[in-house]
């Protein structure tokens, strides 16, 4: 069972992904998280996109793709929570090669569907609340970056809504709600789509 969780920045993949973690035992990629923590371990890969994460923009498809390469050759059995992976259509058509070279296949794609003033009010009140609580505050978690961020998910990410819609694997869920409520939902779409 694999699954991309697809949305704007701030409509819940992380958080979401984890619970599909806790309740399916799937194995969350996270492109993002593996981005910090190559910053954090200092290599020089780390060093060259931490920059331009910060910013907003992408880092480049290269990177990504050779991050869930490594992830996608080690394999498991109760499959893979894609969460901001693909984020370009060059990424979608090299996550499906992947998939296939690997013996996987693609068997959702939900796309979390959430308002523009909702995110923004998300994230400055993620980062708020870290600052207040003396907790490291993410370098692209302020207004200036956010929007290059929205910008860079409506140019580059939207289009894959339309690339999994032709292919007959999207699906989607109003991410406005409780976290439960979506968590419940999302679940049951996921079993759903692997019977
Ligand atoms: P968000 O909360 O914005 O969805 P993520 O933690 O998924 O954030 O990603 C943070 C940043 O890491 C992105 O703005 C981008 O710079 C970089 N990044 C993560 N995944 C990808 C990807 N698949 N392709 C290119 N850049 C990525």
Redesign the pocket.
Known sequence: MNVILL?????G??TQAQRLVDTHGMVQL????M??AAKASGTEMGNR?AE??A???????E??IGLIEEKLMEGNSAGFIF??????LA?ADALGALLEKTGHRLDAVIALEVDDEILVNR?VGRAEEARAAGQPV?A?DNAE?LKL?LT??YKKTAPLLGYFHAKGVLQSIDAMGSIEVIATELSGMVKGAAT
């Not at 996270?30 to 998280?33: C, F, K, P, V």
């Not at 969460?83 to 370009?88: C, E, N």
């Open positions: 949305g704007p920045p701030g409509a993949k992380g996270s492109t993002g998280d981005l910090r996109v331009v994460m910013r907003g923009e992408l880092v480049t498809d990177i990504v969460d901001g992976f693909p984020r370009t990424q994230i993410r692209d970056s961020r860079e998910y």
